[in-house]
């Protein structure tokens, strides 16, 4: 997933913001797109908001948001509706994690006065809540860490980040122990323990979870210049045999990270023979690619590796470039206060959608206040269409899209 930010924030950042005004909400208009106007000499302009098309791929889309410290869910497009009633007990939820397969929500958080994080589990779509007790997050607990930690970006789209595995196990790989060096947690949420992972996964440059396997890069010392640093391998580690393979052998662990194809392997980063970014495909030599956009973040690449996109936040642009020569076409958001110091704009690919293009989701605001949320599909041929209605919320969650 790509993301971008206007000032250098946490890559990883918790979103405490108030959802409003969604139910009921029967039509999605782009935040700032003026028509024509007319203008006569005495008189201020009048500028209507243009609607936006519904994305096809919004009717498969699942997601959640917390409104009043409540988990509120939309399930394959449906309205949202409330699914706990936490609020009155005094909880602040920080996070949401959505299964694969839609039937399993995670949210994490703590009860005002009590030092212990929990996770409530929530099955759907009969609503129970289970609640586990993590222990407190003073005491240095790696599972109580992992679901404080266990978020992606304003977009809450990054599910390379944090993923329920066999709806059994959390799995999250983020900045817990470093602000320069990512670890991988995981927790059986059968019985609250921690599951043991190999050492490996303790310190690294960059890591991907997918729905089978952890990819990840191991630690090269921020301090070494990127002329320096040896090729490292990228790794694959599998959930269910436990094995470990090297999937590229030469690799640079560059700060900016690469992105791998859930499903073909092709990865989209910097590595050698290539001086900005590039298309990797097994032995393949590299091919350049976004070469006008070579400064801005990560991209995100389709789970079969035909498409890629990047972001940048400071002037609220998405990227996008059919693999591994496409042309480059270029989407502005035409949001309000472009200007703003605090946007932030991630993109993920949704693997079940028939026509090409990324999931583009914006954010405005500041830490530990509201934020404003916007959520598009971006065809590959140019456009932009609208998935859920602008909002302010809390937390905001997407399930899985690479599947």
Not at 134 to 143: D, Y
Not at 151 to 178: E, F, K, M, P, W
Not at 214 to 223: D, E, G, M, N, T
Request: hydrophobic letters at 45%; charged letters at 10%; glycine letters at 6%.
């Amino acid at each position: 997933m790509a993301r971008s930010f206007k000032l250098p924030i946490a890559l990883r950042c918790a979103f405490l913001i108030f959802f409003a005004a969604l139910a009921g909400c029967t039509s999605i208009h782009a935040a700032s797109t003026p028509s024509s106007t007319s203008i006569a000499p005495t008189t201020q302009p009048t500028v209507t908001l243009t609607p936006l098309p519904i994305a096809p791929i919004a009717a498969a889309l699942t997601y959640a948001y917390v409104s009043d410290n409540d988990v509120w869910v939309s399930i394959h497009g449906t309205s949202p509706r409330q699914i706990t009633h936490l609020g009155a007990t005094g909880a602040t939820i920080a996070h949401l994690v959505i299964s694969a397969d839609h039937t399993l929500i995670l949210a994490s958080g703590t009860i005002s006065g009590e030092p212990n994080v929990l996770i409530w589990m929530i099955t759907l779509p009969a609503d129970v809540v289970t609640t586990i007790n993590l222990g407190n997050i003073a005491q240095t607990s790696s599972v109580a860490a992992l679901a404080v930690n266990c978020t992606s970006n304003s977009s809450q789209l990054d599910l390379q980040i944090c993923r329920i595995i066999a709806d059994r196990y959390l799995v999250g790989c983020s900045l817990y122990h470093s602000p320069h060096v990512i670890s991988c947690l995981a927790l059986d949420l059968r019985t609250g323990q921690a599951v043991q992972l190999p050492q490996a996964l303790d310190k690294l440059t960059n890591a991907e979870i997918t729905s089978d396997a952890i990819y990840y890069s191991p630690f090269v010392p921020a301090s070494n210049a990127p002329a320096t640093i040896q090729p490292q391998p990228i790794y694959r580690y599998d959930f269910a045999s436990g094995a470990t393979t090297a999937i590229y052998h030469d690799f640079y662990s560059a700060e900016d990270g690469w992105s791998i194809a859930a499903r073909t392997q092709q990865i989209i980063g910097s590595g050698p023979g290539c001086t900005t970014l590039c298309y990797y495909a097994g032995a393949q030599s590299p091919v350049p690619v976004f070469p006008a956009q070579s400064v801005v973040l990560a991209p995100s690449i389709a789970p079969d590796g035909s498409q890629a996109a990047m972001s940048r936040a400071s002037d609220l642009t998405v990227w996008q470039q059919s693999l591994p020569t496409g042309q480059v076409v270029t989407t502005h958001l035409n949001l309000p206060d472009p200007q703003s110091q605090f946007w932030s704009l991630g993109t993920e690919y949704f693997a079940g959608g028939s026509v090409p293009g990324v999931v583009a989701v914006a954010a405005n605001g500041i830490a530990g206040q509201e934020h404003s949320y916007y959520a598009y599909f971006l065809p590959a041929a140019g456009g932009i269409q609208a998935i859920i209605p602008t909002l302010t919320a809390a937390t905001l969650a997407f399930a899985p899209m690479d599947q």
